[in-house]
């Protein structure tokens, strides 16, 4: 048998356990409560000021000045409350906190702390320097895009897309390839960047497109697609006719919605097909839509009937984003509609849908269906 | 003859606790420290993310134009008493592209009806009607009529903080290609003022049942959940709230209809597929706790729950045994499985036969009562000490409860969860076990909502 002196002792462990971590958890709610107490009696008397200069009221500079005045032992807790005012202004009044963050030295603290041993330090810097949005610090920022750590990388990418400076386009797209040896920046954080850059990213947009890395080209049509960047439709064109990646195709067929003409209608319409596959027919209904085009009513009508559901659904939406002879067409095919006629039902559908998000042009009668 | 057969039973109990008392002794040692040991690898976590939520890029999600539209599919049956609130918070999340999408399973209770409450007007919000086939198949019905690439599955009587979606998503943003599915943190919301579908207030329950679940869901989902996360080897994500990508969800099939733990089978054929594919692949916990739920406050209800939780659990292990100890499927069949089946499956079965053992044997005068007792506050104050480990990596992360009377509540509700309350969910989790063994019918049984408490306390279900 379990010797009881055994058991007295680790009962006696055990309790003891229990009362330290107790008291532990005490500890812990009592030092969070006080140090949150103080940090609101530190930031008390300068949040009229703060909330002054983010309001853009401090005509006088007199807010700014008393916040240039915070003393060094109550700084930490206002800094804290600037920063996060920071992330929430634009204009005038970000431009003024920046300056405040300026003259107290963050900036500059920032910089140094872009060199820190510590991936998290190194990851609070690039953010506050990305929020700041000041364009002399990309160069500092762009080598951040192959540190050692992905969460620095990640950050890095974000704040270099807040300032906004398109000569860092070439480096964000080399960022998505392998960064010793791990996976680099996803994506969609690299993407947003880009479309910061506008359209001075576009010639870095347009090489990504033909560049053998697939990722690369997935980024680019991304960026095409939702920045609507004009001069990418021939490189588009080409993509359309020759990409193997399925990602890669939507994404293009989406961007030439944006960015093509009405030559493109039969170069979009020919990805409907029912050959095709279904994401790809849904993006080129969708893309259809978004060219506007009349000439594409005849087949996104064709497509109301598809047995794809949701295919014939982006086709009823996207005839209304044709505008009105795109709903002429979706008012015909709702009259007819009935249990024998699903083409009928879809289009009443989206005249439904549109006319409850008050699309133009949409008549103001409901269409009878069943 | 009676004094013959007692003395027999006497043997036979006292070898089998001479025999047995080494491995029981080594099982609950065992159990308790894996669960200590998943509780700080959880905290660890946990401290990771609280300490990173400035620079965790949720400000650029909010205005970002790639970031990824969430369709959230709420199934309801018979929600009427919590139904608009659930609604109206899913309709006002801050999440830049999403829609809403409820699938009422065939309710009685006119919850469709109440749904009209809960419109916006700004928010696409889907209603489906079918007719009653379980939580799985409405749910999957919702996949079918999601438009997004994600897809949220949030229990209807979930409430979800305003930046849930942002939360939960997140991780896909960070990393596209290889997230697959990612979960929240789901807390009990009993008592707490609910204003506009919001928790405006964390508090402690007023029932004893439900403030014993609070501690109880705290410790199961740092364990189960972000312990496992960080060690890669997720298996479980609550159907109270789940993010999964779409193409995965629809690849895999969605959700099996007729299985009781649909939400654990679901991520065990994410596993099984995506291994058995050589795919790459990540399934991710976040420990914030952005969901918030209503958790039973009658016996019955709690009986019902976790009788069906275990024989759920029962039945995915087994259907997924091939997976058990298969390098193949690394730490999920290495690791992660065959501790479900030891200390998941098997705990409440061999807690319930130590009690018994040791009854007897105390009763039978094998065991002396002060042995009796010593052992017990062994058994149960490891337990306490995995508890107490919970809230504290609780108060150091994301504490919840601001007042004092809840922590002293929290600490009152760790020990009372010992008295009666372990043993009984034991026996009714045994109870499913057994009930699917001999193979007896399936019974999803309902769950009997009393609604949020409203801003002034009142309730609005």
Known sequence: ?370 | MTRWLLGDLRHAVAALTYALQIPIIGYFLLINSSYLMLILVAGSGSLRHARRLEHSGRREALGGRLTPGVSVIMPAYNEAATIVPAVQAMLSLRYPRYEVIVVDDGSSDGTVARLTEARDGRTRLVVVAKENSGKAEAVNTGINASAEALVAVVDADSLLDPDALLVVSKPFADDPVLMVATGGMVRVANDCPVIAGRVTDVRMPSSWLARIQVVEYLRAFLLSREGWSRMGGLILISGAFGVFRRDVLVEVGGLLHGSLGEDFELVMRLHKRLRDQGRDYRVEFVAEPVCWTEVPTSVKVLHRQRKRWHRGLWETLWAYRGVLGRPRYGIVGLVAVPWYWLFELLAPVLELAGLVLLGLGTALGVVNLAFFWLFMAVAYGFGIVVTLSAMAVEELSFPKYRRWRDLGVALLACLAENLGYRQATAWWRAEGWWASLRGRAQVWGTMTRTGFADGDGTRNG
């Open chain 1, 1 to 370: 048998m379990t010797s009881p002196s055994l058991l007295v002792a680790a009962d006696l462990g055990i309790g003891l356990t229990c009362a330290a971590l107790a008291l532990l958890v005490a500890v812990i709610k009592l030092t969070r409560a006080v140090a949150a107490s103080s940090r609101q009696a530190r930031v008390a008397p300068y949040r009229v000021p703060v909330l002054s200069v983010a309001a853009g009221g401090d005509e006088d500079d007199a807010a700014s000045a008393t916040l240039r005045e915070v003393p060094d032992r109550d700084w930490g807790a206002v800094r804290d409350v600037v920063v996060a005012m920071l992330g929430k202004v634009r204009g005038d009044s970000a431009r003024t906190l920046v300056r405040l963050l300026d003259a107290r030295g963050e900036f500059e603290r920032a910089r140094s702390a872009l060199r820190s041993r510590r991936a998290i330090r190194r990851a609070r810097a690039a953010y506050l320097l990305g929020l700041a949005g000041q364009q002399r610090d990309a160069g500092l920022l762009l080598p951040l895009l192959g540190d050692r750590s992905a969460e620095v990388r990640l950050v890095a990418a974000r704040s270099l897309g807040a300032l906004g400076d398109p000569a860092a386009a070439p480096a964000m797209f080399g960022a998505l390839g392998l960064v010793r040896g791990q996976p680099g920046i996803p994506i969609a954080v690299a993407a947003e960047a880009l479309l910061n850059f506008g359209t001075g990213a576009v010639q870095a947009v347009i090489e990504a497109m033909g560049s053998a890395d697939v990722t690369l080209r997935a980024a680019a049509t991304m960026v095409a697609a939702e920045g609507a960047l004009s001069a990418t439709a021939p490189r588009l064109r080409q993509l359309l006719a020759d990409e193997p990646d399925l990602d890669v195709r939507i994404s293009a067929a989406l961007a030439l919605g944006r960015v093509g003409g009405a030559d493109d209608v039969a170069r979009l319409a020919a990805l409907t097909g029912a050959a095709q596959p279904t994401a790809l027919r849904r993006a080129a209904a969708l893309a259809l839509g978004e060219l506007g085009h009349p000439d594409a009513v005849p087949i996104l009508s064709r497509l109301l009937s598809d047995p794809d559901i949701r295919l014939a659904q982006h086709s009823g939406d996207a005839l209304v984003r044709v505008g009105p002879p795109g709903v002429r067409a979706l008012t015909e095919a709702a009259s007819g509609s009935g249990p024998g006629n699903p083409a009928g039902r879809v289009a009443a559908g989206s005249l439904a849908i549109a006319r409850l998000r008050k699309a133009p042009l949409v008549p103001t009668e409901p269409v009878s269906s069943r």
